[in-house]
């Protein structure tokens, strides 16, 4: 059993700065690929940044240069550093992790979700 937990969002000004935190906890014998994803109202769920085991990233276009997903794998950890924030970033903010359990099963595991809003 795994469980993800995020923290960290809440309401900040343009041009302000957010970390998220994702803890996975449970049954874990290792993780691979971790990641942020979000939603706006209206809009598709998209991929905002993953990271591989071996530390390798990815980001979507519209917050290359302004985020920054990073790991702690002793803490079992994903973290996502939002700088720049825009109004466009509002959205709820969903971790994922595909964890191999002790049980050698693997499962693709998600968070609950943290709001973040940017808005004066």
């Known amino acids: 059993q795994v469980q993800l937990v995020e923290s960290g969002g809440g309401l900040v000004q343009p041009g302000g700065s957010l970390r998220l935190s994702c803890a996975a906890s449970?049954?874990?014998?290792?993780?691979?690929?971790m990641g942020w994803y979000r939603q706006a109202p209206g809009k598709q769920r998209e991929l905002v940044a993953g990271?591989?085991?071996?530390?390798?990233?990815n980001y979507a276009d519209s917050v290359k240069g302004r985020f920054t997903i990073s790991r702690d794998n002793a803490k079992n950890t994903v973290y996502l550093q939002m700088n720049s924030l825009k109004p466009e970033d509002t959205a709820v903010y969903y971790c994922?992790?595909?964890?191999?359990?002790?049980?050698?099963?693997?499962?693709?595991?998600w968070g609950q979700g943290t709001q973040v809003t940017v808005s004066s």
């Open positions: 994922n992790a595909d964890v191999q359990t002790t049980g050698l099963r693997r499962i693709i595991s």
């Open positions: 449970g049954t874990i014998f290792s993780i691979m690929d």
């Open positions: 990271i591989t085991s071996g530390g390798s990233t």
